[in-house]
């Protein structure tokens, strides 16, 4: 059975009945929203009995209903493109051009062209509820030039207005959630029932709604007040309706300065929005509920469903964290689970539990150490050649590193300000790494592009030159003076081996590498044609602005998915605690070493890449929005879940440590952590 069918039981019967239920209760909640929107929008100061009358009669309206039809049908498509678009893993953009990219992909023009049409739909409602002059798209002239007199109908720019109004608002909506990842799903530290979750972020939705529309409708009257003329020409145009010149046109500061206009419009934004945020924000609540998962299953056809096979998933995101967070969870608050974890199977006594929840934990560790190291590797060698040193081969990070952070979304890296000092790694974490040539290039996608349209003449002469001598040397280099030459081969002729003779003859020497054809003079042309354009566009502020990496947006990229790394540290560190005293089996001890190399490497890691330029700045905040920006800090949360971790082992086992079967370097750091110095 593949991968995809043996996750779609969890969106099926999971995350499905999730989104329904969110959107359920977001249709529920309209009549009251809309209640007080008719309130609101009506609203009379000096005329209180009126206005409540009035408010009280258009509640039973049939118009009211056909557009409580109408506004339900919107939130079903709003939650539709809530499932469809949300993620657990923000897309972040390294650069300018990247969000350009982002906002022009054809699957993110079709949300935005969606969200202007029900946006459309919306503020029609709206007008339908706040009545008189916004009522009807067209009325009867009173003042018609023409020769039909009062028979004529001509166009009701308000009604029009508002329309346009609703669209550009969905629009700013799409536009927004890419800027803002407002797709994007985190979960709660501290677990609340979803009532609770709803009530606490109630005042907080209404507060964000009020303020994005009045953002909203300070951009959309001066955009209309330039481009509004021609839409409400086309309008007139097509629809054959007449211009009352009588009345002032919206394009205007004569027309415009109605503070009446304004604060209806002002009012129907903020419903529009407060309807989606409850979409958007009930569909959170309920897709992230943690969910449990069983340890083992009694029957076959269940196995696919127990939290060890689940921790393995790669392709349903939402399972793969949600099982991560029951194992946290299990990790702390349930010991009979936790049992069921250091188990032994039935027959064999092998722990099948523990070590299949020890590997995927542990490869999440690793992977996430592998991403730093390239990072590491890819900022230190910015745009310079490195001198060699004993450490600096013996940090070289394999190829199957950098291919985990290329599909982890981390290719696109800035190439942040070259510091004074070359930063070197220590050779604790990079001596897993394969040795390379000293002639190699820097693995791909961070080897520094020489022909990008922003490097320097100065930049290609610190690039390595490949050189004849370096074809007869290899491995890496253990001194800045001494290099090892590699082992000669030698072969035995044919008659001394017939002989029995142990005399050997050097091989014969290698011969010289053919010389290199000369570009052809089109090949050369182009090349040329090439530089100019790269050097004429590298002095464009456009292109430079457009171009330039943004300042932490690689050091967020690198850890988008920490949520899930630090679920896996407090796992680990609250299982392998409890081991000491519920662990009949000792089925822990066997994987400690392991645990304790990874989590103390990957500290070293942490704290390197914390060194680097804009990797420990505090991101500023944002103003009052929707979209989550939980994900610019998990690199903090993550430094301390890590640190914390290795705390409560070190606590729990103390002395015990010391037999741990760990490099020096490691029992080094792990001493600093048991005497309470890191």
């Known amino acids: 059975m593949s991968s995809c069918t043996e996750s779609s039981w969890f969106a099926r019967k999971v995350v499905r009945w999730r989104a329904i239920a969110s959107v359920a209760w977001s249709v529920l909640l309209l009549p009251a929203t809309t209640m007080f929107f008719i309130f609101f929008i009506r609203f009379r100061l000096f005329h209180p009995i009126q206005w409540t009358s009035e408010c009280l009669g258009l509640l039973t309206a049939a118009s009211t209903i056909f557009s409580l039809l109408l506004l339900s049908g919107v939130v079903l498509v709003i939650g539709f493109f809530n499932l469809e678009y949300y993620t657990v893993v923000p897309s972040i953009p390294c650069s300018r051009v990247a969000l350009l990219a982002k906002v022009l992909h054809p699957r993110q023009c079709v949300h935005s062209l969606v969200h202007c049409t029900v946006g459309m739909v919306v503020m029609w409602c709206a007008s339908v509820m706040a009545g008189g002059r916004y009522r009807t798209l067209g009325f009867p002239c009173t003042h018609s030039e023409s020769s039909s007199g009062a028979h004529d109908a001509c166009l009701n720019e308000y009604h029009l207005f508002f329309l346009l109004a609703g669209a550009f608002m969905g629009y700013s909506h799409s536009f927004l959630g890419v800027v803002q990842n407002m797709n994007y799903v985190s979960f709660q530290i501290i677990q609340q029932y979803k009532y609770l979750r709803f009530k606490g ?6 507060k964000c709604s009020a303020v994005q529309s009045l953002y909203s409708v300070r951009n959309y009257v001066a955009l209309y007040f330039f ?34 206009l304004l604060y209806h419009l002002w009012i129907s934004g903020t419903f529009l929005l407060f309807t989606w945020y409850i979409t958007v924000l009930l569909f959170r609540i309920y897709v992230t509920e943690s969910y449990r998962f069983p340890v083992q299953s009694t029957f076959a056809e269940d196995a696919e469903q127990c939290l060890p096979k689940v921790l393995a998933e790669k392709n349903t995101l939402i399972m793969k964290f949600l099982a991560l967070q029951d194992l946290a969870l299990l990790s702390q ?20 539990n523990w070590n299949a929840i020890s590997k995927e934990c542990l490869a999440l560790l690793n992977e996430l150490m592998q991403r730093l190291v390239a990072h590491h590797d890819a900022v230190a060698s910015n745009g310079r050649a490195k001198p060699p040193s004993a450490s600096s081969d013996a940090r070289s990070s394999p190829e199957t590193s950098v291919s985990s952070a290329v599909m982890s979304g981390t290719e696109d890296l800035p190439q942040t300000p070259r510091p ?16 390379r040539s000293v002639s190699s290039p820097v693995t791909a996608p961070f080897t520094p592009d020489l022909d990008s349209p922003f490097s320097t003449p100065a930049l290609r002469r610190l690039a390595p030159q490949p050189g004849p001598q370096q074809a007869t040397w290899f491995g890496s280099v253990q001194s800045p003076h001494v290099m090892r030459r590699g082992p000669k081969l030698w072969s035995a002729s044919t008659d001394s081996q017939t002989n029995g003779s142990a005399t050997a003859s050097p091989a014969p020497t ?71 005293s519920e662990d009949k089996y000792g089925v822990v001890q066997t994987t400690l070493p392991s645990i304790l190399s990874s989590m103390l490497s990957l500290q ?24 989550d920006s939980t994900y610019k800090t998990l690199r903090f949360a993550l430094r301390a879940a890590l640190k914390t971790a290795i705390y409560r082992i070190t606590s729990t086992f103390g002395e015990h440590l010391n037999a741990v079967c760990i490099s020096a370097e490691h029992q080094r750091r792990l001493q600093q952590f048991m005497e309470l110095k890191e």
């Open 333 to 352: 608050h349930s010991p009979s689970r936790r049992q069921e974890v250091f188990s032994l199977s039935q027959p064999g006594g092998h722990p099948h």
């Open 420 to 435: 004074s000092v070359l930063m070197r790694t220590p050779g604790s974490v990079f001596l897993k790494s394969s040795n």
């Open 510 to 580: 290698p011969s010289s590498p053919p010389p290199e054809q000369k570009p052809s003079f089109i090949e050369q042309w182009l090349q040329n044609r090439k530089e100019q354009v790269k050097g004429f566009l590298a002095k464009r502020v456009l292109v430079v602005y457009l171009f330039n990496k943004l300042p932490e947006a690689s050091s967020q990229a690198l850890f988008a998915d920490g949520q899930a790394h630090i679920w896996a540290l407090e796992g680990l560190s609250h299982l392998v605690a409890s081991s000491f």
């Open 227 to 260: 481009f509004g003329r021609i839409p409400r020409m086309w309008i007139s145009n097509t629809l054959n309706l007449q211009i009352d010149s009588s009345l002032h046109s919206l394009d205007s500061l004569a027309g415009l300065l109605d503070f009446s």
């Open 201 to 206: 972020s109630l005042p907080w939705v209404v």
């Open 604 to 627: 070293e890691a942490v704290d390197r890449h914390f060194k680097l330029p804009h990797a420990s700045s505090k991101p500023v905040k944002t103003s009052c929005s929707l979209g």
